[in-house]
């Protein structure tokens, strides 16, 4: 049974160039979330999905960001164009809203250093 | 301001004794509980959780405690073994309506078991 998967795995470049990273989330889940890692601030929800669309977009820290989610098993995060501090682990995860315990499965990760 | 905090960014365990990670928060309206396990590399992997109205629960070597007065979570792992090794995240879920998809995380402790 396939998780969350995420790609690329690993994103080097330059600032000022557009970087999209990918999601495919888990058959069958109806909610997608984007999360940014950093060591400063730890995990933070840059964007909520349910049903394909874009329920909480607070996280996102400025319009450089954008997310879409065209179908159920497919979500992209864009930057553009991307900045160093951009640079930060970025993870994908579903779940099933009506989990009462909203238990979240996370893809591995996409590693971005924006030079 | 965070609402979820844990205090001890790391830990180190003998391997077979008692690993006790803590949790706080500030938010009474936090309604389910749960603990993330990340290894390096990977994304965060759900291990257990604890709704509100409950003070404990047991899943073989896990245990989440709940002091909803103190406002304090804890987890136990008894025994601790070296594959235990990672980040431990708490992460704590909004009551049903507004914010019930987001889970609040906290910053993560290391473990490192000791063989």
């Known amino acids: 049974d396939a998780g969350v998967i995420q790609s690329p795995r690993h994103e080097v470049t330059e600032m000022g160039q557009e970087v999209t990273l990918r999601c495919k989330p888990i058959?069958?889940?109806?909610?997608l979330f984007w999360y940014r890692q950093t060591m400063m601030r730890g995990l933070e929800l840059l964007i909520y999905?349910?049903?394909?669309?874009?329920?909480?977009d607070s996280g996102m820290p400025e319009d450089r960001f954008s997310a879409k989610m065209p179908n159920a098993s497919f979500s992209t995060l864009k930057i553009q164009p991307s900045e160093p501090r951009d640079s930060a682990v970025y993870f994908c995860?579903?779940?099933?809203?009506?989990?009462?315990?909203?238990?979240?499965?996370f893809g591995p990760g996409t590693r971005l250093t924006v030079l | 301001d965070q609402q979820v905090k844990q205090n001890s960014p790391s830990l180190s365990v003998q391997e077979g004794r008692i690993s006790i990670l803590n949790c706080d928060y500030t938010n009474s309206m936090f309604d389910y509980f749960l603990w993330y396990k990340k290894y390096p590399a990977e994304g965060p992997t759900f291990l257990i959780s604890i709704s509100s109205i409950k003070d404990k629960n047991e899943d073989g070597r896990f245990t989440v405690f709940l002091n909803k007065s103190a406002k304090h979570l804890s987890l136990h792992i008894v025994p601790s073994q070296p594959g235990d090794s990672a980040v431990y995240f708490c992460a704590l879920k909004g009551p049903a309506g507004a914010g019930s998809y987001q889970l609040t995380f906290g910053k993560g402790t290391k473990l490192s078991v000791i063989p």
């Open positions: 058959s069958g889940h109806n909610s």
């Open positions: 995860a579903s779940s099933l809203y009506n989990n009462r315990v909203n238990e979240q499965f």
């Open positions: 999905f349910n049903n394909n669309v874009p329920i909480d």
